[in-house]
């Protein structure tokens, strides 16, 4: 989909399985099982929403994915699909690793910046060496000196390589990365998670990762019990999610793994989708 002169085009980060009760809070499993189903195991299928863009001459990666450095015991506790998906996807647009020029991360939980490094020769290496890696500075701090609460959702080897590789570019706060893509913070499921934003054309695209995990966390008070903040959390899904509707915005969620892209609008005061298809 294009964006005035940027192009927008879904990349797969690859399949993988959480906990129901874990991704819905205090939303009870009749509730949140009639929306999507759980397996025997309380785990509900969940996707790495990715996405490539080409904007001011450059090729940007939005997100990771889980990437492929799982042992097997984690591989099959989170369900992570085999392979290298991410890589896989961007191969079937022609893009190699190497002719990747910028990654943003809306943070760096495994799920969602586990691809940004790869093991060769032993080493562990960022996946893509010629690329600078966004990020917000106090969420890098952070990653590197997590809590007990949050310290499962980093793995530092998808992260530090990229320090010592000197290739992060640290913002802060709300501020346009290139012309026409903007990163904003929406607090709440962590201190300084950001929204990717994407502006031309006429249309505005936002790529909000786990403000809004999936479909079924549209309703105000469905958010995932990983939220470190979730009062927080709910203050920005309502100021955001009534921004989207009113201004017609496409938004892109995290990890639905059936309708990744959609609009949303009011349907007396109930907030309803449609699927948007951005490969076209």
Excluded at 23 to 34: A, D, I, Q, R, T
Excluded at 167 to 178: A, F, S, T, Y
Excluded at 199 to 217: E, K, Q, S, Y
Excluded at 253 to 279: R, W
Aim: aromatic share 8%.
């Amino acid at each position: 989909m294009h964006f005035g002169e940027i192009e927008v085009l879904p990349v797969h980060g690859g399949n993988f399985y959480l906990d129901g009760g874990a991704m819905f809070g205090v939303v009870p499993k009749p509730l949140w099982e009639k929306k999507t189903p759980a397996d025997e195991r309380n785990r509900i299928r969940l996707a790495a929403n990715s996405l490539f863009v080409r904007a001011a001459g450059k090729n940007i990666v939005v997100e990771t994915g889980n990437g492929t450095k799982w042992d097997s015991k984690l591989r099959n506790i989170y369900g992570i699909q085999e392979g290298d998906p991410l890589r896989d996807s961007l191969a079937q647009l022609g893009v190699a690793a190497e002719k990747v020029d910028m990654v943003i991360n809306t943070h760096l939980h495994f799920d969602h910046a586990g691809g940004n490094t790869r093991v060769v020769d032993g080493r562990d290496v960022p996946t893509f060496p010629n690329a600078q890696y966004v990020v917000q500075r106090a969420e890098l701090e952070h990653a590197m000196n997590p809590t007990e609460r949050d310290r499962a959702s980093y793995f530092a080897d998808r992260f530090v390589p990229v320090s010592e590789a000197a290739q992060w570019r640290l913002v802060d706060g709300d501020v346009e990365i290139v012309p026409g893509i903007s990163a904003v913070r929406i607090p709440g499921h962590n201190a300084d998670i950001q929204a990717v934003k994407v502006c031309g054309g006429n249309r505005t695209m936002i790529f909000v990762a786990d403000m809004l995990p999936t479909r079924h966390h549209l309703p105000l008070a469905w958010m995932p019990g990983y939220d470190l903040y979730p009062l927080q959390t709910l203050e920005t899904k309502r100021k955001r999610i009534a921004e989207i509707v009113a201004q017609g915005w496409i938004v892109v969620f995290g990890h639905d793994p059936d309708f990744p892209a959609a609009t949303l609008h009011d349907g007396n005061g109930k907030i309803e989708f449609e699927p948007v298809d951005l490969s076209k």
